[in-house]
């Protein structure tokens, strides 16, 4: 069975060599990372093919056009398709997602198309961050929740895994989200399409090395697709 994690990155060269480093020892069988990057000055898709040269592992998509978390997902999931993976995980390479769950992501897949690493079930947390980001967490969270109308406890975690049956199921191809707020387009869809969403517990670090590319424009793109997306179902427009 073909797995392969996607791995958006923009200015992550810090991270990308000891990222994939970590994820080839756990030693999953006919594993595999495309890191997908938007032409990231300090250099990061040189990182990965040098690394892939030397170690047989790990591949990069570079991406011309428009910029953007959402642009960069959804390309990486239709390459994945495309290159015929049975199951596709996706996870920041800033370290925030620690590879060593990438297995229990994908045994929840036994029984589950898609599965979220959870900060907010039991044996998860996010207690290495600042309060003012968890509290900003709880926040968005609820009101997803809410306004979706769905009970999963880490609405926002971008830390996930998708059997490929339930990948096509999610049409990438039609997802819009430039930035962040796909993370929220995929979940809205994966409920109303009837996927089965799994939870698997997770401890979420603050980034070490880089910088965090999120500021406030893309927190508020966040919230207004949320409303955007279910005023759409609402009124026209399907999901
Ligand atoms: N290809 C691509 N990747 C991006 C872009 N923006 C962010 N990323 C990657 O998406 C992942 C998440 O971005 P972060 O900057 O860590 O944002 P975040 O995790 O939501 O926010 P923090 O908690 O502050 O780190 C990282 O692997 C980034 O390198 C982008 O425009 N293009
Ligand atoms: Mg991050």
Known sequence: MKTLVVVPTYDECENVGPLLDEIRKLGVPDLDVLVVDDASPDGTA?????????????????????????????????????????????????????????????????????????????????????????????AANAYIRLVFGIGVRD??????????????????????????AIVQEILFRAHRRGLRVGEVPVVFSDRVRGDSKLGWWQLWQGYVTVLRLRARELFGGGS
């Open 46 to 138: 040189e990182r990965v093919r040098e690394y892939a040269r030397r170690n047989g592992f790990g591949d990069v998509l570079l991406r011309e056009g428009e910029k953007g978390r959402g642009h960069a997902g959804r390309e990486g999931f239709l390459a994945a398709l495309d290159r015929g993976a049975d199951r596709i995980v996706e996870m920041d390479a800033d370290f925030s997602h620690d590879p060593r769950y990438i297995p229990s992501l994908l045994s929840g897949l036994d029984d589950h198309d898609v599965m979220l690493g959870s900060r907010f079930v039991h044996g998860g947390s996010d207690t290495d961050r600042a309060l003012w980001r968890r509290w900003l967490t709880t």
């Open 155 to 180: 609405a926002n975690s971008g830390f996930r895994s998708y059997r490929r049956e339930a990948l096509l199921r999610l049409d990438p191809k039609s997802l819009r989200s430039p930035g962040p």
